[in-house]
């Protein structure tokens, strides 16, 4: 323990100490005839009187309460960030497991189609699939798929189709007549062979550009080719965004869903091609809409059907029914959830196949896949706003 003295206060006592006046300054005679003298007090520290509160104590107080509140803010920040984590993790779990349910639905599919020219009766129907079936669905213990079927001859071939059909075409999706005249001239330079030593007023185009670069003058080989085709823009290729009435974004039709490298012949599937196809093979506006009302009832299954139209003959010859063997898929699966119901969230994936010629060949071949294909499938719209 400190002695006052060695503070420097000498004199100075208290009662936990030693006796010492009661109060300072006070008077206190010892006994009769004692000189009366005067004790002067002087003041005790803080740190020797426990009942002064000391001016650390609060600030000692204050930094635990700073140093509480800065890790409470670190543990909020960490689960925050760990909730996260996990809720993308689980979304990319699902997001995978549609993924292989589509390509899943995308295999039976194409099993189907080969059971549909193997298996059918004897009027040609078969209960797999038929030259005028459009969509497939299939009913998986973990989620459901809708398989849409595109026969490439929906589509225009680019390598072949004429130039008046190509500015038809480019017309229909909204392109000015001087600007749709101009890429039309642009992809049949693109295709034509040119002479050696000469330069097309395209080519020349093509020269002064950053980077430069010539067309081939050959076939196309992948119908992306028609971006860097002098006046064509991402928006005409790949079609844009609109509102329907009901305010939802409605995908509209670009040119890269008209056209093919795969389709043979001028002809056109009467169940699938776009309204700006059918419109760009010579058919008048009535008769489009009027094919695309008929086949919203009931598609055609022949011909004959076709023919009982009434369309005029020089756009009657421009239509068909069926696909030829060559196909675009596209399936969109959505997971089954624990109550039962379809899950929100879907996943697509779509494949360009060629099916064998032959009925005893059941085989087919893959050139093209697509693992995050554009669908907008009406049924899954219909489903979900009727949930």
Not at 361 to 382: A, I, K, L
Request: glycine content about 8%; some cysteine.
């Amino acid at each position: 323990m400190w002695q006052l003295r060695d503070l420097g206060i000498e004199g100075l006592r208290d009662s936990r100490i030693g006796s010492c006046p009661r109060s300072r300054d006070q008077q206190v005679p010892k006994s009769p005839g004692q000189q009366i003298t005067t004790c002067s007090i002087p003041s005790i520290p803080y740190f020797l009187n426990p009942s002064i509160p000391s001016p650390r104590r609060g600030s000692a107080l204050l930094a635990v309460l700073w140093l509480a509140a800065a890790l409470a803010a670190i543990a909020f920040s960490l689960a925050s960030t760990v909730r996260g984590e996990i809720e993308r993790t689980s979304t990319a779990l699902d997001g995978t497991r549609e993924y292989y349910l589509a390509t899943g639905a995308l295999e039976r599919t194409l099993l189907y189609m080969q059971w549909g020219r193997r298996y059918a009766s004897p009027e040609g129907v078969s209960r797999y699939f038929n030259p005028w079936t459009r969509s497939l669905r299939f009913s998986f213990p973990t989620g459901d798929a809708i398989v849409e079927i595109i026969p490439e001859t929906a589509k225009l071939n680019l390598n072949a189709v004429p130039p008046a059909d190509l500015t038809r075409l480019l017309n229909a999706l909204g392109a000015e007549p001087e600007r749709a005249q101009s890429i039309s001239a642009g992809i049949v330079d693109w295709r034509t062979p040119s002479r050696e030593g000469t330069l097309t007023e395209f080519d020349r185009y093509y020269l002064s550009q950053v980077p430069s670069f010539r067309p081939v003058h050959a076939s196309f080989q992948e119908i992306e080719e028609l971006l860097i085709v002098r006046g064509m823009t991402p928006e005409l290729f790949h079609g844009r965004l609109d509102r329907d009435p009901q305010g939802r974004l409605v995908q509209r039709t670009g040119l890269k869903d008209c056209v093919s490298i795969l389709g043979s012949g001028l002809a056109v599937d009467a169940n699938t091609a776009p309204l700006e196809v059918l419109e760009a093979v010579g058919l008048s506006a009535p008769e489009a809409n009027a094919i695309l009302q008929r086949r919203a009832a009931q598609p055609f299954r022949s011909i004959d059907q076709l023919r009982a139209m009434g369309l005029r003959a020089e756009a009657s010859v421009r239509l068909l029914v069926g696909g030829a063997g060559m196909y675009t898929l596209r399936a969109t699966a959505r997971l089954r959830l624990a109550d039962g119901k379809l899950s929100d969230s879907s996943r697509s994936a779509g494949a360009t196949v060629v099916l064998a010629g032959s009925e005893n060949d059941s085989g087919y071949r893959v050139v093209r896949w697509d693992d995050h294909p554009w669908v907008q499938d009406e049924q899954w719209t219909q489903e979900r706003s009727s949930q």
